[in-house]
């Protein structure tokens, strides 16, 4: 029973990743994301997403602001919002990170996890909740 739904998420994930957004091209950004692991993704890593943002195994992007939900996720510079995840990583965080692991740089909002580092804060890591503002 679980392959008959596998196998046309996977189609259709495999196929919306071919498929880039016509606002992509012309401003750099994207209103949405679908990366399976990276470089399969459908915006490449140097681009920022202005959304939601979903990584089956791994993605990356330089911004994200809204929802970003996947296994591991990566943002080179800004994320603003929510972050899901196994693995959190970012330079700076607005929002709230939920995740195994979360780390980042510079935080203004709420990290919870098993696992939380905030390099620039008062402690480098914090267990299952960790904040500043």
């Known amino acids: 029973m679980k392959k008959i739904f596998f196998i046309p998420v996977l189609v259709i994930t495999l196929?919306?990743?071919?498929?880039?957004?016509?606002?992509?091209?012309?401003?750099?950004?994207?209103p949405y994301q679908i990366a399976i692991i990276h470089p399969v993704q459908m915006i490449d890593k140097t681009k920022s997403i202005y959304g939601?943002?979903?990584?089956?195994v791994y993605g990356i992007n330089y911004d994200v602001t809204g929802v970003d939900v996947g296994a591991f996720n990566r943002t080179t510079h800004y994320q603003k919002g929510l972050?899901?995840?196994?693995?959190?990583?970012?330079?700076?965080m607005t929002g709230l990170q939920i995740g195994l692991v979360n780390y980042t740089d510079f935080l203004d909002g709420v990290q919870i996890g098993?696992?939380?580092?905030?390099?620039?804060?008062?402690?480098?890591?914090?267990?299952?909740?960790?904040?500043?503002?």
């Open 52 to 56: 939601v943002r979903f990584n089956l």
């Open 83 to 92: 972050q899901v995840g196994i693995f959190n990583n970012t330079l700076k």
């Open 15 to 30: 196929c919306l990743t071919a498929v880039r957004p016509a606002r992509a091209e012309v401003d750099g950004d994207s």
């Open 114 to 133: 098993v696992l939380n580092y905030h390099t620039q804060g008062m402690t480098d890591f914090f267990p299952f909740i960790n904040w500043s503002f």
